[in-house]
């Protein structure tokens, strides 16, 4: 098969040119770079020519969207907490000026506040008209914020369609939970 984004074929562009062609990805269990500080992590998602000549207006966007971020921005990722952390991959991926933004387990492990304002911040973006692609194991929450729904069963897609019609689909109950 082929991969195509924005008119042209991925299949042969190496991971290196995706992130210019507007597409970034953050990683699942956060993954930022623990001995580094908040400032330098994010400045590492600006990495490609037009990231690196947008960097100070993205910045006060990423501090915009998460304040935690701009009172801690001399601190060290690693002492921060989880949800923090999580903040600062995604505000790291937004670095890079992408138009899809794929997020692995964004609410993975977080406290309720912190998935609230993480929400927030989805829904911003999405009115913004970025395309936010999850991968998410908390089905009912990731169909409650996303149009368009795909459930993998084994790995294989199962079901598809507007997230509005499989929120309360029985065949997605019984992938879920079995039956």
């Known amino acids: 098969g082929d991969i195509v984004f924005g008119g042209r074929s991925l299949v042969s562009q190496p991971t290196h040119a995706r992130a210019p062609a507007g597409i970034a990805h953050v990683l699942e269990r956060r993954r930022v770079f623990p001995h580094l500080t908040v400032l330098q992590n994010l400045k590492l998602g600006a990495w490609h020519p037009a990231a690196k000549a947008a960097r100070a207006q993205s910045l006060k966007r990423a501090f915009t969207l ?46 309720p506040q912190v998935m609230e304002q993480m929400q927030g911040v989805f829904e911003t973006l999405k ?11 908390n089905v009912r ?12 069963e084994s790995g294989r897609l199962a079901i598809a369609g507007p997230s509005s019609t499989l929120i309360d689909s029985p065949e997605v109950r019984r992938i879920f939970l079995g039956g």
Not at 69 to 97: F, K, N, V
Not at 142 to 152: K, N, T
């Open 127 to 137: 009115k913004e008209g970025m395309a936010i692609l999850f991968i998410e194991q």
């Open 141 to 152: 929450l990731a169909l409650a914020m996303a149009s368009r729904g795909y459930i993998l």
């Open 66 to 111: 998460f304040p935690r971020l701009a009172e801690r921005q001399d601190q060290l990722a690693r002492t921060m907490s989880g949800g923090e952390q999580q903040m600062l991959a995604i505000a790291r991926g937004l670095m890079s000026l992408p138009k899809l933004l794929m997020v692995d387990e964004p609410f993975l492990g977080l406290a």
